[in-house]
C-alpha cells in the first residue's frame, strides 16, 4: 500500500537548530513540510515496530535497525541492556516523563534529544547542542524518520489545565509511509480524531491526568490505527480497565488490534 503526500512548498520555515558536522548520520531539518517541495510517494516499511514498556509512560522503541526512547525516567539501570537510543523524544516536564538525572547518567554522544519549549526550560544548558525544540506543528528529521510534534492537553483547556495546550508534545513518527503515534498526556482532542495513516498508537487513560476509557475509545475509533496500545493508565484511584477498552475498541471496529503491554510490573492482578 501506498501512502500519496500532497505537499506544499511554499511559506515554509526551517527553525531547526543546525549542527554542521557534529553527526553525518542524523539531518537537521525541522519543517512543517518535510517531504520536500514535490509530491512523494512513500513505500510501506516493511520493518517491525516493537515497543519495550519500562514503565508507565517510558518505553524503548526498536524499529528496525534504530532505536529510541520514550520519556526515559527511573535512572539508567532501567534502560540496561537496551540498545543506545539513536534519539529520544520527551512529552512534558512533568515528573513521570521527564528526569533530568536519568538523562545525564546516559550515554548521549551522538543523540538527539526532541523536546517542547517547556521541556527545554528545564534542561541543563551543557545538553543545548543535542536539544532540538519544537513546538506543535513543528517537524524534524532524524536518520530517516521524520517526527511531528502535535497537540497533547487537557479538556476544557483552560487556565487550570494540568496539560495546557502547546505546552507540551505528542509526537507521530514516521519511516517510509509508516506512523507511530505516541499521544502524551493528552485527552479525546480533535486533532487526535483527525490522525490518519497510524500502524500503531500509544494512548494513556487515566483521570484526571488524561482521559476516560470511553474517550479514549471514541478517539481510537475515530482516527483508526491499525493497532492500539493503551500506556499511562495508572491514576489517583488505580488502574484503568485496559480489557474494557480492548472490548469496546473491538466492538466499535474489529479490524484494528488492541495490543495489551505489562507497564507495570508491580501491579497486582
Known sequence: MKYLFTLLAAGILFTG????????????????????????????????????????ATAVVNWSDATFYIDPVGGAEAFEGKEKPDFILITHTHGDHLSVETLEAMDLDGVYIIVPQSVRDEMPDEMNDIIRTLENGA????????????????????????????????YVVERNGQRLYIAGDTENIPEM??????????????QPYTMTVEDAVNGVLAFAP???IPFHFRGQDGYADVEKFK????EGNKDIEVELLEWYPEREE
Not at 36 to 47: I, Q
Not at 193 to 206: C, G, R, S, T, Y
Request: charged share 30%; aromatic share 6%.
Open 17 to 56: 537548530c543546525k549542527n554542521e558536522g557534529k553527526d553525518s548520520k542524523t539531518e537537521d531539518a525541522t519543517n512543517k513540510n518535510p517531504y520536500g517541495e514535490a509530491k512523494n510517494v512513500l513505500e510501506p516499511d516493511s520493518a517491525s515496530i516493537d515497543i519495550q514498556p519500562i514503565s508507565h
Open 139 to 170: 517537524t524534524t528529521r532524524v536518520l530517516d524518520f521524520y517526527i511531528e510534534a502535535v497537540p497533547m492537553y487537557n479538556l476544557p483547556d483552560d487556565a487550570d489545565s494540568r496539560h495546557p495546550k502547546g505546552w507540551g508534545n505528542g
Open 193 to 206: 480524531k483527525e490522525l490518519q495513516n497510524i500502524e500503531i498508537a500509544l494512548i494513556p487513560m487515566n
Open 226 to 228: 491499525k493497532k492500539v
Open 247 to 250: 472490548e469496546l475498541v473491538n
